[in-house]
């Protein structure tokens, strides 16, 4: 499975971004998707997950702010984030979860300043 993230940027605090991630190869044997999140000088967390196409999970800095979806027919997945901020500054990854192994993607910066 390959994974190609997209969407990152520069945005002023209460924005909004979205993250795209797209996947190619052997999609079929996806079973979850995830973004994960890493600020400079810290671990890798868990952002939010999708289960096929209406169960998520959200880590609770996000919940209310941040919408995953998933668009089946275009094998994407995405991050809508709203009132974006500077906390939310980190490089964030796109990941699933297949029958084997655990897929990354290669990161996308999304930083949050005025």
């Known amino acids: 499975v390959q994974l190609q993230a997209s969407g990152g940027g520069l945005v002023e605090p209460g924005g909004s971004l979205r993250l795209s991630c797209a996947a190619s190869g052997n999609i079929f044997s996806i079973r979850n998707w995830g973004w994960y999140r890493q600020a400079p000088g810290k671990q890798r967390e868990l952002v939010a997950t999708?289960?096929?196409?209406?169960?998520?999970t959200y880590a609770d800095s996000v919940k209310g702010r941040f919408t995953i979806s998933r668009a089946s027919a275009k094998n994407t997945v995405y991050l809508q984030m709203n009132s974006l901020k500077p906390d939310d500054t980190a490089v964030y990854y796109c990941?699933?979860?297949?029958?084997?192994?655990?897929?990354w993607g290669q990161g996308t910066q999304v930083t949050v300043s005025s």
């Open positions: 990941n699933v979860e297949t029958i084997d192994y655990p897929y």
């Open positions: 999708i289960i096929s196409t209406s169960s998520t």
